[in-house]
C-alpha cells in the first residue's frame, strides 16, 4: 500500500522559516514527481512546488519563488519543501504527492496519483 506521509508543519511568525518533510513508503517513485500543493481555508487546492527525479525538472508557483526550495533524497524516498520568509498568506495545509503527469500537468491537481493526507502551517501576521 502506497502511503505519503507529511511532518513539519506548525505555528510561525510572518518571516519564520518551516521545513515540510514527506516519507513516502509502498514503492520508489523514481519515474515520478514528487511535490507539494496547499489548500487555504475556503480556497481550491493549489500547485506549490514540484521536482522530478534528478532534479532537472524543478518548478514552483511564482508567490513561492526565492522563498521556498524543494528537494528529494531519493534513497529515503522523501521530499522535503523549505520555507522561508513565510507570510501570512501561505496559510494552508499542505499536502505531498506524486505522480507522472499522465491525466493532466504535474503542476495540476490531476496530474498526481498519489497524496498525504496533508500538514498544517499557520503563518501569524
Known amino acids: 500500500q502506497v502511503q505519503l506521509v507529511e511532518s513539519g508543519g506548525g505555528l510561525v511568525q510572518a518571516g519564520g522559516s518551516l521545513r515540510l518533510s514527506c516519507a513516502a513508503s509502498g514503492r520508489t517513485f523514481s519515474r515520478s514527481f514528487m511535490g507539494w500543493f496547499r489548500q487555504a481555508p475556503g480556497k481550491e487546492r493549489e500547485f506549490v512546488a514540484v521536482?522530478?527525479?534528478?532534479?532537472?525538472?524543478?518548478y514552483y508557483t511564482d508567490s513561492v519563488k526565492g522563498r521556498f526550495t524543494i528537494s528529494r533524497d531519493n534513497a529515503k524516498n522523501t521530499v522535503y519543501l523549505q520555507m522561508n520568509s513565510l507570510k501570512f498568506e501561505d496559510t494552508a495545509v499542505y499536502y505531498c504527492a506524486a505522480g507522472t503527469g499522465r491525466s493532466a500537468p504535474i503542476t495540476e491537481v490531476g496530474g498526481m496519483d498519489y497524496w498525504g493526507k496533508g500538514t498544517l502551517v499557520t503563518v501569524s501576521s
Open positions: 521536482r522530478g527525479w534528478s532534479g532537472g525538472n524543478t
